[in-house]
């Protein structure tokens, strides 16, 4: 024993090691990551976190486990009839990612098919009839272009007659964003659409990726043809939330459980079974899906805050529509404030900039009744968007533009609810 | 009787009347406003809500009680000398107004002693031993000015040793960009400063002003010297939290408990006594606080969005200082997008402008290190706000940027936890 240990002490071990690290006041086991320090050892801990130990300070390094080999399994045809078909959209994202162990951080997957290789127990609930990967992106990178691409896709494999409903797996920074490009963009929609996402890469043991590729799959040949995110209803592994794709945000940085229904409840819920906790569109298969991508770039997204100069609203005169985040029930600095933003919003409503409000508190619904600043700013001829989200305004804006022959219609339009993304039950 | 009630149908009422009209379908009780639509009653609801209905529907109309006579007391100066002192700064707001039965909207309060004779229970609580109104301004129309002279107020009353406390009243819109500023301007701070509001105006039966400063009252003569924002814990009458003014932020358009602790527990809950739930810095009566209210005006606040024109930030270069909300963990989009923002920050950021990230998600902290993303950004001189609100950190990027002295540690300074605006110890 003695001699077997002295063998693994400070030897032999590589990035990507599992070890165990003795110093005189603590034992620490983890995934061992190539230092950018000398006389540093820097260790992922099953939390995720990395932490530095001095060389030094350590008496004993024991490999628990070596660097596991890269096999990338191919990707086999082999559908059980038992089970409902569906096909995986692989878009880029943490769930297609692995931790890279010369640098500690995470990098994407070489093929998507490693995707199924690390859940194979997603075989037993559907048959993945098909895998296309578009591109792979982090999601911060992803625009209109990319939504456009995916919902191509997307109703290809809706109106194929062997395929029950679409799952996406995409990175979660802008997630919502394409969530709602393609609650819009897919009219008529006759499956279920299911958007998911891991917060963690899929080769560590705390990812996240399971449970929500499983409830993903789940959903995905269930009732509700609606465009959805699926992911972890709260930080412990054991149930999923499927979120209407116009009214979800992301609302942590980093827990398992960081997109939340805002201002409905979750479509359903998803442990061993599905359990419908709000109203959706039933799933027709003898229906077929149309795609309506019409989306015009010229749109921004701004926020309005104390002090705020008028000219950044000249300056978006340039654009053919804004999404403003104003305060709460609908106000912005009006003609009680050194600087007034009324005349400058009025004046480019009327040389043709389409200008729409949403709340800034996110939770809620815009009333620009109750006080004069809110009367006020109606009278400019901003559009208010009721409880719709910044994010779904801001794509909806875009797909709403992009139709020329609704150009009279504009406000109509945008109040118009297409997708779920108004909820007119909730609370003023 | 029947003659009784034949007086009294479709007669005599008037705006600001308490009606009960009865239809077939239904009983309505509520205030009577003035309608804009002939052959319609307005009726402000219990509930707040306005609902219209038809004249002819209704076959009866009762006056319950004649709209109020408009009294206002005059202040007293009348000091229980078992209670202690406190000041009260009233800066407008909904606190400080009551509904305009004209327009079923709501108006300022024409005296800022009204206040106290809608709250009479305050006094029995505290000494208002002055009531100081610099303006009466909703909070959407306030700006750095406004926070310098409530500032300066406060200070005033900090360092007089009769006064224990300040009550700040003040709209909801701004609150946390208002409580934020204190935090910040208020060096050494040695007494409570407790900034309150309401949702509902004061003269309404359902207005939640009487619990939030009444739990104001409490926290301005309490142990804590911290400035704080005091509102409704649930949207229940029964107790109010204390939260940090650095930690918080309005999260729901009209719910009583619209405002929410940010990554940290709420300093207090404020039920008959106060439990305290989070550090804090205590009362010292014989510290004098100091104003530091240096401000740099030339800062903006903008959010990163799926294809964001590079152009914007070039825009923004005309500032001091901007703060972008970021994807997630610290993302914008880079290299491998079709709009990289990557190299206009860097020029923009070599050109002199400070450039700051804070999460999108408002729950959680940045952290750059995880994706390749996070490590381009942060190459380019971003400095990361680890947890820090969007709105704080507008407002501290203001006050750091005021300080001509601090110039060539503007990082340092932002990363500084003056105010709790940092809580090193959440989760990454």
């Known amino acids: 024993m003695e001699a077997k240990e002295d063998k693994m002490l400070h030897k032999q071990h590589e990035p990507g090691d599992k070890v165990k690290l003795s110093t005189v006041k603590e034992e620490i086991e983890g995934i061992l990551l190539e230092s950018p320090e000398q006389g540093v050892y820097l260790i992922k801990l099953k939390s ?30 082999s559908l059980n009839k038992n089970l409902k078909n569906i096909d995986l959209i692989v878009s880029g994202g943490t769930i297609s990612s692995k931790v890279d162990y010369e640098t500690g951080g995470v990098k994407s997957l070489t093929q998507p098919e490693e995707l199924l290789q690390f859940y194979p127990e997603l075989k037993e609930i559907v048959n993945v009839r098909k895998i296309i990967s578009p591109f792979s992106k982090f999601s911060e990178d992803m625009d209109s272009l990319d939504w456009k691409e995916i919902a191509k896709i997307a109703v290809q494999s809706l109106n194929d007659e062997e395929c029950e409903g679409v799952i996406i797996t995409h990175g979660t920074d802008t997630l919502h964003y394409t969530s709602s490009a393609l609650s819009f963009f897919l009219r008529d929609l006759n499956k279920p659409v299911v958007l998911t996402y891991s917060q963690r890469s899929s080769d560590r043991a705390s990812s996240d990726a399971q449970l929500n590729l499983i409830a993903a799959a789940k959903m995905a040949v269930s009732e509700a043809a609606e465009v959805m995110i699926v992911g972890h209803a709260s930080s412990s592994d054991d149930f999923c939330y499927a979120f209407r794709g116009t009214k979800v945000r992301k609302m942590h940085t980093s827990k398992r459980d960081a997109f939340k229904s805002i201002n409905e409840r ?71 404030a050194r600087k007034n933003l009324i005349p400058v919003l009025r ?3 009327d040389n043709g900039l389409v200008i729409c409000a949403v709340p800034q508190t996110i939770y809620g619904r815009l009333n620009p009744l109750v006080y004069s600043a809110g009367r006020m700013l109606m ?3 901003v559009i208010f968007l009721e409880d719709m989200l910044p994010e779904t305004a801001f794509v909806k804006l875009g797909w709403v533009l992009g139709h020329k022959d609704w150009k009279v219609k504009i406000k109509e339009k945008m109040l118009e609810n297409f997708s779920g993304e108004i909820n007119s039950r909730i609370e003023k």
């Open 48 to 77: 995720g976190y990395n932490i530095g130990i001095k060389k030094e300070d350590v008496h004993r390094l024991e490999i628990v486990g070596k660097k596991k080999e890269e096999k990338i399994a191919s990707f086999k045809h």
């Open 379 to 381: 009278k400019t001829g």
């Open 266 to 336: 979750p479509i359903a819920k998803i442990g061993e079974k599905i359990e419908f906790m709000n109203s959706f569109s039933p799933r027709d298969n003898s229906k077929k899906v149309k795609l309506d991508d019409k989306f015009n770039d010229k749109i921004a997204l701004i926020k309005f805050y104390p002090g705020m100069d008028a000219e950044i609203i000249d300056y978006y005169s340039r654009y053919q529509g804004i999404i403003i985040e104003v305060a709460v029930l609908g106000h912005v600095a009006g003609d009680e």
């Open 347 to 349: 004046k480019a409503i």
